[in-house]
């Protein structure tokens, strides 16, 4: 188990610093100098200069790259050119938002996939299992940030229950859940159509095992043997996908903010990209791949601690 | 035939054929304001009604047909391109160092966040329908490296390839002649998969302006226009959101319908 974990700890590291480089190099060729840019056009060619050095643009690639990688090591993220604060903080705030999102949306999937894959594994090929996998259809297919744009319309717009957009910060936790409400169930769409199909599929496997057969041998019913047997076995794919939603939740939000003015880490990205405040992009994409890559790792050691045929493989 | 492969195929077909017509004929010109005729409801001269410019949203729609289907399709051929060779050649190769980096590579892709790495892409190079094609095969290609290696490994154990081998053939003409056929069917289900979620990041990337630019017409662009609208004219926020959902659906039903009827053992990866 420790050799597996040190080999899986090894190529994350590896993967991280690869993920650094790569970012740090898209990032290098985004045209326009940032100085320049946050001058103006009328700006003197020495004032830009000026500018330049004291963001510590002039400095060799090599250089800038090491001082970026070494201030995250220490949990220093660098400077917002734009907002004039440090990035740590603008992501504090940021992730406010987004992780309450994140949470909530995954917990509107999972809350409707699991019972529907459920009853529709249980009563595969009968009409309950056709209407779901036909709504999970439809759930996959449906733009989320389309079906924001419903959503506004019937329950803001024509019934008036939730409030079209903005988030009205934390003070008043009530208010702060309904601002997020419409933003979830959009976001949440498409996760629990895919998570209900995979929930389906995956208990529909285990209905075929031999110790399916065994326990119904031994005198289980149907329904005792799927809740108890069945149901424990089917949960591994769908914690993957869990896992994997979970941080495609938290960077995929950008355009589902962007539909209801949330202050969240998506946007916090897109504004940061149109303004050229590059240290921002950096560090905010750095910080996300990071997130994924930690949550694989863990949900990687998971396993390898609950099923050892894991570890022997790897 | 199941069910699904006919809706799909038939739905499929009618989009195609949207944009292909949009070649020959459009009801009217997209490009000609007609600022009284603006925000005309669906039926009459205006079979799906006007949007805030007075432009034929049937003719608007079917040209954004030809720009959501030409990006995902081109994206698709990027990922298929590069992925199915990158597959091909860690399978014949498996075990290796050079197995472990493409799919320590893979592994990479699928962590970075498509989506803001879409909106990076498309903020270097400018946005565009060139740049979105880009940014959005990017992706596409350690879904079919991941495909392709592990649908050929098994191959690789069978009998028929020792023989191919025993004949002296070399590991990139077996690659080419056994296994590619082989995982052929698999390809073009995952395939159609791909091509469905490149329609919906299409209309996204639009969405957020970062797609095909004006005047080229666009399924996301149209929902981000209509954004402002949708209280006083809700079908100009509809009907272009119903556009993108029937495409998709009909793709992806096309796509279980074919991977049924090619083979029912196969199974194809969605994420």
Do not use: C
Not at chain 1, 149 to 155: A, P, S, W, Y
Not at chain 1, 181 to 197: D, G
Not at chain 2, 117 to 136: D, E, K, R
Request: hydrophobic content about 55%.
């Amino acid at each position: 188990m420790i050799r597996f974990a040190l080999g899986r700890l090894a190529s994350l590291t590896a993967s991280l610093i690869v993920a650094s480089i790569v970012i740090f190099a898209v990032v290098e060729v985004i045209p326009g100098d940032p100085a320049a840019f946050m001058l103006g056009v009328n700006a003197r060619p020495d004032t830009i200069a000026a500018l330049r050095a004291e963001m510590g643009l002039d400095e060799p690639m090599v250089t800038r790259y090491a001082a970026w990688v070494g201030g995250m090591v220490q949990g220093d993220f660098g400077m917002s050119w734009t907002y004039k604060t440090p990035v740590a903080t603008l992501v504090a705030d940021r992730i406010w938002v987004s992780l309450p999102l994140a949470i909530y949306a995954l917990a509107l999937s999972t809350l409707v996939a699991f019972p529907a894959g459920i009853y529709a594994a249980s009563r595969r090929g009968g009409a309950g299992d056709t209407a779901i996998m036909g709504a999970t259809q439809l759930g996959v297919a449906i733009p989320n940030f389309w079906f924001a744009m419903i959503l506004v319309l019937i329950f803001a717009i024509n019934l008036r229950w939730f409030s079209a957009g903005g988030f009205p910060g934390w003070a008043d936790p009530f208010a702060a859940i309904k601002a997020l409400t419409l933003p979830a169930i959009a976001l949440a769409l498409p996760q629990a159509a895919i998570l209900a199909r995979v929930m389906r599929s995956s208990l529909l496997d285990m209905l075929g095992e031999d110790f399916m057969r065994t326990a119904r041998a031994k005198g289980l019913t149907r329904r005792q043997a799927l809740w108890r047997h069945a149901l424990r076995n089917a949960l591994i794919p769908v914690l993957t996908i869990i896992g994997l939603q979970f941080s495609f939740l938290l960077a995929g939000a950008i355009i589902i903010e962007q539909v209801f003015f949330l202050p969240g880490l998506g946007r916090l990205i897109f504004q940061a990209i149109s303004a050229r405040d590059l240290i921002v992009v950096e560090s905010v994409v750095m910080l996300l791949v990071f997130t994924v890559i930690m949550v694989n790792f863990i949900v990687d050691l998971t396993y390898a601690a609950v099923d050892p045929r894991l570890r022997a493989r790897a | 035939m199941s069910r699904n492969l006919i809706i799909g195929a038939g739905l499929t077909a009618f989009f195609t054929g949207l944009a292909a017509l949009s070649f020959l004929w459009t009801p009217y010109d997209i490009e000609v304001l007609d600022i009284p005729n603006r925000l005309l409801t669906p039926g009459g001269v205006h079979l799906l009604g006007t949007d805030h410019f007075g432009r034929d949203i049937l003719s608007m729609v079917m040209m954004g047909a030809r720009t959501s289907i030409a990006v995902a399709l081109v994206a698709v051929g990027i990922g298929m391109g590069l992925g199915v060779p990158l597959g091909l050649w860690a399978a014949a190769r498996r075990g290796s160092l050079l197995d472990d980096v493409i799919m320590r590579g893979n592994d990479l892709v699928f962590a970075f966040p498509s989506l803001v790495i879409a909106i990076l892409i498309t903020a270097v190079f400018g946005p565009s329908a060139g740049n979105a094609i880009i940014a959005i095969g990017i992706f596409n290609i350690p879904v079919f490296a991941r495909l392709t290696r592990s649908a050929a490994l098994p191959l690789w154990e069978r009998d028929f390839i020792l023989a191919a081998r025993v004949s002296g053939k070399g590991a990139a003409r077996i690659s080419a002649e056994h296994i590619l056929p082989n995982i052929a069917n698999l390809m073009v289900v995952q395939g159609t998969i791909q091509f469905s979620l490149g329609i919906l990041a299409e209309a996204a990337l639009s969405y957020i302006g970062l797609g095909a630019q004006p005047p080229t017409a666009s399924w996301g662009r149209m929902l981000a226009d209509a954004q402002t609208l949708v209280s006083i004219a809700p079908h100009v926020a509809l009907i272009p959101g119903f556009a993108i959902l029937l495409t998709v659906l009909g793709l992806n039903l096309l796509g279980d319908g074919l991977r049924d009827w090619l083979d029912p053992r196969i199974r194809v990866v969605r994420t």
